[in-house]
């Protein structure tokens, strides 16, 4: 009987350390998160300066600047981050929303009066450093996500997460062939519509 109490105190305190171990796990990639969103608004409130200004020389270019629009919208949706298809849904909007600022500043290029413009230098400037920081925020975020992963999909935390409700999430990484592709500057502008001079 003693024998028995000891073995099942030991499971007990194994079982409460994974639990302890996947509930750590999961707080830090949640604050992983947060701080990827911290970073991530940054790039929101400089895009409608950034399309304002770009709006005014980039006339053969507005379906560029309405996709950008709406993938700020899209991104900015809120979202349950204990939903893995929502946090990936969330994840895959922000990886849109990277590809195409960088195809409008590829774009820029093109056009003498917005590259000199002083204010769009220093616009890209900004969205330059902020693309640092979330890259940044992606190794730590895709790191504490990997430690959390390996803990709920390892036994016994795969049995000790199903009971505590805890579950994978994804990593942040850009998935759609199409965004990691690089800006062909020639297919926008050999549309048969001469960019301004």
Do not use: C
């Not at 304002?52 to 700020?72: G, P, S």
């Not at 895959?92 to 820029?108: K, S, W």
């Not at 803990?151 to 199409?178: C, H, K, N, W, Y």
């Amino acid at each position: 009987m003693t024998t028995l109490l000891i073995i099942l105190g030991i499971l007990a305190g194994v079982a409460y350390g994974w639990y302890v171990v996947l509930i750590r796990r999961r707080n830090r990639a949640r604050e992983a998160l947060s701080s990827i969103d911290v970073q991530l608004q940054k790039r929101h409130d400089l895009l409608p300066n950034i399309l304002q200004l770009a709006d005014q020389f980039m006339t053969h270019e507005r379906d560029l600047l309405t996709r950008v629009v709406e993938l700020r919208n899209e991104a900015q949706k809120p979202y349950d981050p204990d939903q893995p298809e929502e946090v990936r849904r969330h994840l895959d909007a922000e990886g849109g929303l990277q590809a195409g600022l960088r195809q409008l500043f590829a774009l820029a290029e093109n056009y003498p009066e917005l590259r000199s413009s002083e204010t769009i230098v220093e616009a890209q400037q900004t969205f330059n450093m902020v693309e640092g920081h979330i890259s940044a925020a992606r190794r730590f975020y895709n790191s504490a996500v990997t430690a959390l992963n390996n803990a709920v999909q390892i036994f016994p935390g795969s049995l000790i997460a199903g009971m505590a409700g805890v579950r994978t999430m994804p990593f942040f990484e850009i998935e759609d062939e199409a965004v990691r592709k690089r800006v062909d500057v020639s297919d926008y502008l050999n549309r048969g519509e001469p960019a301004p001079q």
